[in-house]
């Protein structure tokens, strides 16, 4: 239900500074709105709708996929204006980072990274079949999850790391004890290290 401008502004405060780095460029897209089912059908913005929030009902593939051909635009955007694909990391917090695993895993299988923020996959998720059909190297997972997370489940991430793992996805977890649905200063510089190992400073 946010928008990547207030992202941006989140991140800005719990740094007390811009998330920056010199040589890498940083879009905050915003989902469009539609209606969303866990809200009665309430319009909200949100990268695609869910039949409840659960780890253990059908995806709404629908939704899922017509984004994952918004975000594809995004990519070639990049590409068109002289980024190589694999300088490019998709990322997201909460719903975006499960949006960001359908994207890389499912449609762009070649990009530099991906990292889920407080994000899961369903059980039956499309990524896993996706995967299992897969046999070329896969995008390197980041993954960060508070242990008090009262909206996704500490226990949905961790079962969605080790089933990414298990299907070759190099894959960490990095857990916070006591954080909510929500982002820390601590979390956030381990993602800057994270995103400055994948995308050095070309020589």
């Not at 401008?5 to 007390?16: A, E, G, P, S, V």
């Not at 709105?33 to 929030?53: C, E, H, N, Q």
């Not at 990524?127 to 008090?148: D, I, M, W």
Request: charged content about 25%.
């Amino acid at each position: 239900g946010d928008t990547g401008q207030r992202t941006r502004t989140w991140i800005k405060q719990i740094l007390k500074q811009d998330m920056a780095f010199q040589h890498i460029k940083i879009i905050y897209p915003t989902a469009p709105s539609r209606p969303y089912t866990p809200m009665k059908g309430a319009l909200s913005t949100v990268w695609f709708d869910r039949y409840k929030i659960s780890n253990d009902c059908p995806e709404h593939i629908e939704s899922i996929d017509s984004m994952c051909r918004g975000l594809t635009d995004l990519i070639n955007d990049e590409i068109k204006s002289g980024i190589a694909k694999n300088r490019i990391l998709i990322g997201g917090f909460s719903m975006g980072g499960g949006m960001a695993m359908h994207v890389a895993y499912r449609f762009h299988q070649d990009l530099a990274g991906v990292f889920a923020l407080s994000s899961f996959l369903n059980r039956d998720s499309a990524v896993y079949q996706a995967l299992k059909r897969n046999e070329s190297v896969v995008p390197e997972l980041f993954q960060c999850h508070g242990t008090a997370d009262e909206l996704v489940l500490y226990s949905w991430g961790e079962e969605t790391n080790k089933m990414l793992k298990s299907l070759g996805v190099s894959a960490s977890l990095h857990t916070f004890p006591n954080l909510n649905h929500e982002l820390n200063r601590t979390e956030i510089e381990k993602l800057k290290t994270w995103i400055v190992e994948k995308l050095p400073v070309e020589a």
